[in-house]
């Protein structure tokens, strides 16, 4: 597989995340409570990429490595936690902006445990794609908008956790089969949210029928997909450059809240949405670079 296709690839995991938020309100709006919405999207997200694991590739792997992939799925539903506890003392564009830190996070976690040090490309890159989230958010014509030190604490938590599974799900067990790994982080993720979020919604059956629709969907696009082509793409580009690229996020959901939500969306918005894509290209200028070098010189 070309290099272009991963960078690709985990875009595209990216925009999976940007169409959640859009249908978490749909689900919202139908009286489900956010411990039901978040139970029934890991729970239908589990089901469905073991479903897929059936008809894929088979690798059998040891007690230690199921124990050490399911535990790297922790982070991948502690965020979801942590990101639906800030928006209960924080307006969505601020919580958002907290879990949108993700985006130079990730280059300091690189810095720390590659010791690679951030380019001038990437540098300019995350001063673009904080700028563009600030305007995509609507954060700076929110009127009212307060900013509490619990939903800061929960928002930076969100960030810090979504930032580790990235990193996680492109550095631990890599030779593990990418639909099998993807399984076992999300089996991870739901034994957290079930901890914390009893799945009393499974033994009511009306309430169940009603989240069906909403979980499959959000089980798909937010628990199924991102591990599967993360744990595809990250290993072949790293942890600063994902989160570069999984910032597609925030203008899938800016975009989906207009033609779905029919939100009203402002100029500024849509300039924020035009400045993240232009920070994502730009953060892909040095890779671009690196990969040109390294086929010049193996040739």
């Not at 919202?28 to 039901?36: C, N, P, Q």
């Not at 914390?196 to 997909?225: H, K, M, Q």
């Not at 599967?228 to 800016?254: D, K, N, Q, R, W």
Request: with cysteine; charged share 10%.
């Amino acid at each position: 597989m070309k290099n272009w296709n991963y960078i690709l690839i985990i875009f595209l995991g990216g925009c999976c995340y940007g169409v959640l938020s859009t249908f978490v309100k749909l689900a919202y709006s139908t009286g489900f409570s956010s411990a039901e919405v978040t139970g029934a999207q890991y729970f239908f997200g589990a089901v469905l990429i073991w479903g897929i694991f059936l008809f894929s590739k088979k690798r059998k792997l040891t007690l230690k490595q199921i124990v050490t992939l399911l535990l790297s799925g922790i982070p991948f539903g502690l965020t979801g936690i942590f990101y639906y506890q800030s928006l209960k003392t924080l307006d969505a564009s601020l919580a958002i902006i907290f879990l949108f830190q993700f985006v130079w996070i990730g280059t300091i976690f690189e810095l720390i445990i590659y010791k690679r040090k951030p380019s001038k490309e990437k540098l300019i890159s995350i001063a673009i794609l904080l700028i563009g989230s600030v305007l995509a958010a609507n954060v700076l014509s929110q009127e009212g908008g307060t900013l509490t030190w619990q939903g800061t604490i929960w928002g930076i938590l969100a960030s810090l956790s979504f930032t580790t599974f990235i990193f996680l799900s492109g550095t631990v067990e890599k030779d593990t089969p990418p639909v099998l790994k993807s399984a076992l982080l999300s089996t991870g993720a739901l034994m957290v949210v079930f901890a914390l979020y009893p799945p009393t919604f499974l033994f009511d059956v009306s309430v169940l029928t009603g989240l069906a629709p909403y979980g499959v969907f959000l089980g798909l696009l937010g628990v199924a997909l991102p591990p599967l082509l993360f744990s595809i793409g990250m290993p072949h580009v790293g942890p600063g450059l994902g989160t570069i690229l999984t910032a597609s996020e925030l203008p899938v959901a800016v975009t989906m809240s207009s033609l779905i939500l029919l939100e009203h969306v402002s100029l500024s918005q849509w300039i924020g949405v035009i400045l993240i894509l232009i920070g994502i290209v730009v953060g892909n200028v040095k890779y671009r670079k690196r990969r040109k070098q390294g086929a010049n010189s193996i040739s």
